[in-house]
């Protein structure tokens, strides 16, 4: 069975950063694609970034620059770090992992809410 685990949300000011983690267990295809999703109250789920194993990646336009995702694939973990946010960063945070099959695999979400 797949579980992912997600880490490291909670509350920030405005130009702050927070680091986000996320690590699963189960088998999963090696050759896969992390992520990492959000979603605001009265919005739809967006991407926020992907990155493929051998680390390609790929941002939504309203965070570059500002959010970095990485990935080990050792310990079979995706990070995203956030800097310089914004209250429009505000959201609830899904992982996600796409592998052959197709099969995803979604985390339980964590709250970032950036606020003064």
């Known amino acids: 069975q797949v579980q992912l685990v997600e880490s490291g949300g909670g509350l920030v000011q405005p130009g702050g950063p927070l680091r986000l983690s996320c690590v699963y267990s189960g088998v999963i295809f090696s050759f896969n694609r992390m992520g990492w999703y959000r979603q605001a109250p009265g919005k739809e789920r967006e991407l926020v970034a992907h990155?493929?194993?051998?680390?390609?990646?790929n941002y939504v336009e309203s965070v570059k620059g500002r959010f970095t995702i990485s990935r080990d694939n050792a310990k079979k973990s995706v990070h995203l770090q956030m800097n310089s946010l914004k209250t429009e960063d505000t959201a609830i945070y899904y992982c996600?992992?796409?592998?052959?099959?197709?099969?995803?695999?979604w985390g339980q979400g964590t709250q970032v809410t950036v606020s003064s």
């Open positions: 990155i493929s194993y051998y680390g390609a990646t």
């Open positions: 996600n992992v796409v592998a052959a099959g197709p099969s995803a695999y």
